[in-house]
């Protein structure tokens, strides 16, 4: 059961409500919640969600295509990380659905070509 957060939620729910590209990024110490706020907020949503390992960049891109065509976001053969976003990006103009990343703070570190495509995507397919 989740409780309490109904500001945060609220505040999620307002930007998914605004029918434009918002990218929203939580941050803050290990164990607060943030995961189960991002969980709590998708709990009825159409999402592809990924959780960035303390990993190599190159498990992280097999992972990212791993577990989005695993979560039926995407049906294609090619397991190019790049190629999905985009779909995700395509398939989102149509339809709402949200992308939720988690463990951002691994990004830097553990997966570092993500967020500058991520950016990229939402640049060019507005």
């Known amino acids: 059961m989740f409780i309490g957060r109904k500001k945060e939620l609220a505040t999620l729910e307002k930007l998914y409500n605004s029918n434009e590209l918002k990218c929203v990024c939580l941050t803050g110490n290990a164990g607060i919640g943030k995961t189960a706020l991002l969980q709590e907020f998708a709990r009825r949503k ?11 960049n190159n498990a992280n891109k097999a992972a990212f295509y791993t577990e989005l065509s695993a979560q039926g976001i995407v049906q294609c053969n090619s397991g190019c990380w790049q190629d999905i976003l985009k779909l995700i990006y395509k398939k989102a103009k149509g339809e709402k659905i949200v ?16 967020l500058p495509e991520i950016i990229a995507c939402s640049c060019t397919l507005r």
Do not use: G, M, P
């Open 46 to 56: 159409h999402k592809a969600y990924f959780c960035v390992r303390a990993s190599t």
């Open 99 to 114: 992308l939720l990343i988690d463990d951002v703070q691994e990004l830097e570190n553990s997966f570092s070509e993500l």
